[in-house]
RNA sequence: GGGCGCUUAGCUCAGCGGGAGAGCACUCGCCUUACAAGCGAGGGGUCACUGGUUCGAUCCCAGUAGCGCCCACCA
């Protein structure tokens, strides 16, 4: 703070305030219509989507880590001229809302849905999505999302409804949507479908119960998990080619607990090794029993309604599924009818996503979507490149899914959601799918089910540029460029993204799904509120900062990789934004320009700093191409901190009181806008502080982003300043080893690096020898440079040095001479090899030498 | 049962054929006039184990032992 102070520079404290920073700037920007994409602009242009978050979320550490990374995308693309849109939108959320609105109205109301007929309930999820919906907007503001407000959509608004009915009727009308009886994944307590994805399995202990159907020679004994559903069994099967039960194949045999009797059929699927051979056939309860039951035509027995209660006359009814678990077996063993248990019995069972109850199997009149053809198409523009994942490491898991993909039951027993655009006859038997506008002949009425809400979101990448028409935007902005997003939605979202864009637009949805892993606590555990290690990350946006936050989130993310994250490491990026801006606080404050002509020809400092700046650049633009986020911000980190904070900033303060002070200014003025510019995608807030106090400017955001200048490397430069490195280094490690303070001026006498001494003295606290300097003390550096010093040298601390020193020294001559002594390793390694290792020992040598004599020369 | 992956410094992770790296943590010394949210110096690793390929292996191959994730209709 010696130079004299420009005029006008802005007054910053000390220390980087986020909260007084952030505020502003982010409405600015919006105001501003930075965001607002422009379908007209000639300018080539590059589209992302933006996975909704549910209308009932709020911003979690997952979000955090998804969306700085898709922002740290769209700034760069925006910078480098594209015209860029990331659109906003939420999902209706159809399950998670309307159980979120009952709870509500339950509190506030004391009501239930039933108190109210469809349409009311319908207008109070909307009246609740008004007032408490879209919390996660505001939040998104917070993290300085840079989406486009102005065509926000909602899965649920009347446009994506357009879509969501034209595109029904399409695939009905192509015979991809039909309605069938199936056993379906059934919860019982949301009393609604489910598809196969949205069924968490885990392995829980139940019990194997072996049972014995029948009597005497003609009895046969099954085991089972599930000894209730034995009210609905209408059959025994066993395999064909099992010698054991051939003599029963065809015979009926006697239920248990009832007056039925049903038939031992022989059936393909039956594995003959496991337990007896021999299964009870459930076909209304179980999908392998319904396959089973379809090929020997049995009878459908229904044993429990959609609550999971028993509904067949007699002892149980009324039971739930689990009572009347164990009084069927109960039952069974009063009459001595159980011929083993096995308890506990570890098998997987199937749970409802959303709130866990054991999901029933349950035969069931639903909508499915035949995928066969479009899971076909969705694999293919992966298989032959149109759409690529990053990284290909995850792709098996795409293709695992799309090649075995089974028909998707997109029909749910809610009020909430997209009706199902179909309507019936009075009489029933007439079926028709209608798209927008269309009306039903009179007396008709439609299907009360709405659709799963994935089938919305599954078009959300065109649906909201308008489609079905043919709007400026769809033909501006599709295909996307890039959908990122975690790797755990691959199925439920990516998949179904790919099918429903390639059938409505005959086109990808996106040329790129980048994958992202998941957020996890700093010893690598998964998050989780029973563990008591989740984090909130707005908690840390405000003691930290939004850009702290941002920083962490992009410092962790490999591709593809699970990202731990902890509040000492979000301090630590807070640390570093700190430390940037006041770097480039000293750089105002110096004045630092950017206005004026940069010399073409540059020396010293600013000749080295320039240089790196361009392979800075170069590597940064090869990892974001990549998406290698942690390493792009990896490489920032140290760039900044380690060479402009440490060393160029140091070196400027000596030019800065020389004759090239001037051009010192305007390299500064230049490293630090190009610095600020490189960081802003992943620390908007700061660097936008920062860089219009620096240059003045509008706004970083819309700068241009740094290009290359190859005239600007200079590897003598390089080579220059790395040899001062070398020898600051081994002075300040003499210095920290002799126990000389930091502040004491060590008068020395030195030759080289040729040129550099004035920076050598300065950076390594050593003056000019004045009259009566005794050089008492002298060490030569590896780079040659010997350094007199007048310091009485504690000779102890100096021979462990160089004992450790020349350890290594010897260490380093033995292995390359043993490599050179190796004739095959001569002969067959490439020469540029050979020479370096040969360098290496000739290195190894001299520092042997100087390290003995400085040795020797040491009083004993 | 299928598929994918991991094991490198105390912790979390990069590196992936020719000299073991980062952040945090740790030790010592410093309020050196941008920054103590800082500065300087330092310590710390038979790169899970066993074989193989190679002139050369943390890196490639095989096996072993742990650990993790995803998918699957095993009663």
Redesign the pocket.
């Known amino acids: 703070?010696?130079a004299t102070r420009p005029e006008n520079v802005p007054d910053l404290p000390?220390?980087?305030?986020p909260a007084e920073v952030e505020a502003p700037l982010y409405e600015s920007w919006v105001e501003r219509g930075y965001f607002t994409a422009d379908a007209d602009s000639p300018k080539p242009r590059f589209a992302m989507v933006l996975p909704p978050p549910n209308v009932t979320g709020s911003l979690h550490i997952g979000h955090a880590l998804g969306h700085t990374l898709m922002d740290v995308i769209v700034r760069r693309k925006r910078m480098q001229g594209f015209e860029t849109l990331w659109l906003p939108g939420m999902d209706h959320a159809g399950i998670s809302t309307q159980t979120l609105v009952e709870r509500h109205l339950a509190e506030t109301e004391g009501k239930s849905r039933h108190d109210y007929t469809r349409d009311e309930f319908v207008a109070k999820v909307w009246e609740w999505k008004e007032e408490y919906g879209g919390q996660i907007l505001g939040q998104m503001r917070r993290l300085g999302d840079s989406v486009d407000w102005t065509r926000e959509r909602f899965t649920m608004d009347a446009g994506l409804s357009v879509a969501v009915r034209t595109i029904f009727k399409k695939l009905y009308d192509d015979d991809l949507i039909y309605r069938a009886e199936r056993i379906i994944n059934w919860c019982p307590r949301c009393l609604t479908a489910l598809s196969?994805?949205e069924v968490d399995?885990s392995e829980d202990d139940g019990e194997?119960i072996s049972i014995r159907y029948g009597d005497g020679d003609e009895s046969i004994v099954?085991?089972?998990?599930?000894a209730e559903t034995m009210l609905g069994d209408t059959a025994v099967a066993v395999h064909p080619d099992d010698e054991r039960y051939r003599h029963l194949i065809g015979k009926p045999v006697k239920l248990p607990l009832t007056n039925r009797r049903i038939p031992i059929v022989a059936d393909e699927?039956?594995?003959?090794t496991?337990?007896t051979?021999a299964?009870?056939v459930t076909p209304a309860h179980?999908?392998?029993d319904f396959e089973i039951g379809q090929r020997h035509h049995l009878p459908n027995v229904v044993m429990m309604d959609e609550r999971g209660n028993i509904t067949v006359p007699g002892p149980f009814e009324g039971l739930d599924r689990f009572e009347a678990r164990s009084a069927v077996v109960a039952a069974l063993r009063e009459e001595r009818r159980i011929v083993a248990e096995k308890r506990p019995y570890r098998?997987?069972v199937g749970h409802c996503s959303r709130c866990e109850t054991v999901v029933e199997p349950r035969l069931s009149l639903q909508w499915f979507v035949r995928v066969a053809s479009l899971a076909k198409a969705a694999g293919d523009a992966v298989r032959d490149g149109r759409t690529t994942i990053e990284p290909a490491?995850?792709a098996?898991?795409y293709f695992?899914?799309v090649d075995?993909m089974?028909d998707w039951c997109i029909s749910r027993q809610l009020w909430w959601g997209h009706q199902i655009p179909v309507w019936y006859s009075p009489s029933g038997d007439d079926v028709v799918s209608l798209g927008p506008g269309e009306e039903p002949p009179p007396g008709w009425t439609q299907d009360p089910d709405v659709l799963d809400t994935w089938f919305s979101s599954a078009l959300f990448p065109f649906s909201t540029l308008g489609w079905p028409d043919e709007t400026a935007d769809l033909k501006r902005f599709y295909p996307n460029d890039v959908l990122l997003t975690g790797y755990?939605i691959l199925?439920f979202w990516v998949v179904r993204m790919m099918m429903f864009g390639l059938y409505a637009m005959d086109d990808v949805p996106f040329h790129t799904v980048v994958l992202t892993g998941l957020i996890?606590d700093?010893?690598?555990r998964?998050m989780s509120k029973s563990k008591g290690n989740t984090v909130d990350p707005l908690d840390w946006m405000d003691a930290y900062g939004t850009d702290a936050v941002r920083y962490t989130m992009a410092r962790?993310a490999?591709p593809g990789?699970?990202v731990?994250v902890g509040e000492?490491?979000v301090a630590?990026s807070?640390?570093f934004?700190?430390?940037v801006w006041?770097?480039t606080?000293?750089a105002l404050?110096n004045g630092a320009t950017v206005s004026g002509t940069l010399p073409r020809e540059l020396v010293g400092p600013d000749a080295w700093i320039m240089s790196r700046l361009q392979t800075v650049i170069t590597e940064v633009d090869e990892l974001y191409e990549r998406y290698e986020f942690?390493?792009a911000a990896?490489l920032l980190?140290?760039f900044a901190?380690d060479e402009v904070?440490?060393w160029y900033?140091?070196l400027a303060?000596i030019s800065l009181a020389g004759p090239r002070a001037d051009v010192t200014r305007r390299v500064l003025g230049e490293v630090f806008d190009a610095l600020l510019r490189l960081l802003h995608p992943i620390v908007p807030f700061v660097t936008e502080a920062l860089w219009t106090a620096l240059t003045g400017g509008e706004s970083v955001m819309v700068a241009p982003w740094p290009t290359v200048d190859p005239d600007r490397r200079d590897e003598a430069a390089e080579a220059a300043v790395s040899a001062v490195q070398a020898v600051?280094?081994e002075v300040?490690?003499f210095?920290?080893?002799q126990?000389v303070?930091?502040?004491d001026s060590v008068p020395a006498r030195l030759a080289g690096p040729a040129g550099w001494e004035t920076e050598v003295r300065s950076l390594a606290r050593l003056k000019e020898p004045g009259d009566g300097f005794a050089a008492t003390a002298s060490f030569t550096t590896g780079g040659g440079v010997t350094v007199e010093l007048d310091l009485s040298v504690d000779s102890v601390a100096r021979r462990a040095r160089l004992a450790?020193e020349l350890a290594a020294a010897r260490k380093?001559y033995e292995v390359n001479a043993a490599?050179l002594a190796?004739e095959?390793?001569v002969?067959?390694?490439?020469a540029a090899?050979v020479e370096?290792?040969r360098a290496?020992l000739a290195?190894a040598e001299s520092d042997i030498a100087r390290i003995e004599a400085a040795l020797a020369a040491l009083p004993s």
């Open positions: 703070m010696t000390t220390q980087y305030a196969d994805i399995h194997l099954v085991a089972t998990t599930r699927q039956v594995d003959p496991f337990g051979g299964v009870k179980d999908p392998n098998h997987s490491s995850l098996p898991r695992e899914w075995n089974h755990d199925f996890r700093q010893f690598g998964k962790g490999n990789t699970d731990p000492e490491w630590g807070r640390n934004c700190n430390k006041n770097a606080r000293f404050l942690a390493k990896d980190y140290h901190w904070c440490d900033v140091e303060k600051v280094t300040r490690r210095r920290s080893d126990g303070k930091p502040s450790k380093e490599k190796n095959a390793f002969d067959k390694a490439p090899v370096k290792h290496r290195a």
